[in-house]
C-alpha cells in the first residue's frame, strides 16, 4: 500500500511512519515543519514539506503519488494554548482538515485513518470509558477534533468515503532503538517533563493538584506506548482495505496510574530521586481519564504490548538519556 502520513514528523506521526517502513509499506510523509522534525522522518520515507491548508499542494501530492489511504496527525495539540487561541485551533485543525476532504474526494481518495483524542469526552461520565460514552469536550482543541470526526461522519454518509478515528490516550514512550522520540517545545507532557531532572534540565517535578478524588489525591491517566499506538493505526489501514465500516476506537492499556506512581516509577526507572513539588491544579484536567480499548481489541485485534508503566517509562528514558536536547541534538 501507498500511505500519505500528513503530520509525520510528530511525535506519533513519526512512529507510525516508522512502523509502515518497517512493515513494507511505501510512505509518502507530509508535514509543514511547524512542531515536527525533520530528523525524525524515517530514511526510506519519501517527504514533501507542506502545508494542510494549501490545497494545490495536497492535490499535487494526490497526483504525483498513487495513494491507498491517508493518516492524519497534522493538528495543534496544546490544550491550555487551545484556550487561550481557540481559532488558531479551529482554523488549523478543523479548517485545514476540510481542505484535506476537499483534496480527498477530488482525487478519488476515500480512505483516512484519524488522530483523535481522549480530550473529546471531557470529564467522563463512566471509567473506564467507552466509544459510546457522552462526548462533551472542555476544551477547544478537543471541540475541533470531536467536529472532526462529526465532519467525517456526515462525509462518508455522502460520498464514497470512510475513516476510522483513533482515540488516544496518554502518549508515551519511544521506539525501542531509541533513534526517535518525544520532542515537544514547550513541553507539556508530565513522563518527558519528569525525565528533564535526571537529565538536569530542571530540578524538580511540579505535582498538579494532590485533592483530586483519587486514593492518592492525584490525576489518573491511562498511558499507553507510541509504538502501540502506531501498530492500532496499521490494524486500522488493514480493516479500512478489507472494507470495514467507518468507526472510534479509543486505544489505551485500560490502566489507569497517578501522578505520583508515573514520578515514583520515573525514580526507579533512572536512578535518579526526581524531587516533586505539589503545585495548584491544571485548569481542566479530569480525576480519572482510563479507556475501554474493548472495541479496538475485538474489532481490530489490537493487543498493546506494553502494558508495564516501568518499560514504557524506561524507552522514553532511552530516548531522553541519549538525546537531552531532543532532535536539536548537541546544539
Ligand atoms: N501533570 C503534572 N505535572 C506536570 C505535567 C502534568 O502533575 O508537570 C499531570 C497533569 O495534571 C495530568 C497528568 O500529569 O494529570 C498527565 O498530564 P499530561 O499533560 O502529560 O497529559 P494530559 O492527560 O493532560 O493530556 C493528554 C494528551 C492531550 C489530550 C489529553 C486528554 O496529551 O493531547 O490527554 O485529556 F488532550
Known amino acids: 500500500m501507498s500511505i500519505l502520513v500528513l503530520g509525520g514528523a510528530g511525535y506519533i506521526g513519526s512512529h507510525t511512519a516508522l512502523e509502515l517502513v518497517r512493515a513494507g509499506e511505501s510512505v509518502i510523509i507530509a508535514d509543514n515543519l511547524s512542531t515536527g522534525h525533520i530528523e525524525a522522518v524515517p530514511e526510506k520515507a519519501k517527504f514533501y514539506e507542506g502545508d494542510l491548508h494549501d490545497r494545490a499542494f495536497l492535490d499535487s501530492i494526490f497526483k504525483n503519488e498513487a495513494i491507498d489511504a491517508v493518516i492524519h496527525f497534522a493538528a495543534y495539540s496544546l490544550v491550555g494554548e487551545s484556550v487561550t487561541d481557540p481559532l488558531k485551533y479551529y482554523g488549523n485543525n478543523l479548517c485545514g482538515t476540510k481542505?484535506?476532504?476537499?483534496?480527498m474526494l477530488a482525487n478519488n481518495v476515500g480512505n483516512i485513518v484519524f488522530s483523535s483524542t481522549a480530550a473529546t469526552y471531557g470529564e467522563p461520565e463512566n471509567i473506564p470509558i467507552l466509544e459510546t460514552d457522552l462526548t462533551l469536550p472542555k476544551n477547544p482543541y478537543g471541540e475541533t477534533k470531536l467536529a472532526i470526526e462529526?465532519?467525517?461522519?456526515w462525509t462518508s454518509k455522502a460520498h464514497n468515503f470512510r475513516y476510522v478515528s483513533l482515540r488516544y490516550f496518554n502518549a508515551?514512550?519511544?521506539?525501542?532503538s531509541g533513534s526517535i522520540g518525544e520532542a515537544h517545545s514547550p513541553e507539556t507532557h508530565l513522563i518527558p517533563l519528569i525525565l528533564q531532572v535526571p537529565n538536569g534540565k530542571r530540578e524538580s517535578v511540579s505535582i498538579f493538584g494532590t485533592d483530586y478524588d483519587t486514593p492518592d489525591g492525584t490525576c489518573i491517566r491511562d498511558y499507553i506506548h507510541v509504538t502501540d499506538l502506531a501498530q492500532a493505526h496499521m490494524l486500522a489501514l488493514e480493516y479500512l482495505k478489507n472494507g470495514g465500516k467507518s468507526s472510534v476506537f479509543n486505544l489505551g492499556n485500560g490502566i489507569g496510574y497517578s501522578v505520583r506512581e508515573v514520578i515514583e516509577t520515573a525514580r526507579k526507572v533512572t536512578g535518579h530521586p526526581i524531587p516533586a513539588v505539589e503545585a495548584p491544579k491544571r485548569d481542566g484536567d479530569p480525576?480519572?481519564?482510563v479507556a475501554s480499548s474493548v472495541k479496538a481489541r475485538e474489532v481490530l485485534g489490537w493487543k498493546p504490548r506494553y502494558d508495564s508503566l516501568e518499560e514504557i517509562i524506561s524507552d522514553a528514558w532511552n530516548w531522553h538519556r541519549s538525546h537531552p536536547n531532543g532532535f536539536a541534538e548537541n546544539k
Open 287 to 289: 480525576a480519572r481519564l
Open 150 to 153: 462529526k465532519m467525517f461522519y
Open 99 to 103: 481542505n484535506l476532504l476537499d483534496s
Open 172 to 176: 508515551c514512550g519511544a521506539d525501542k
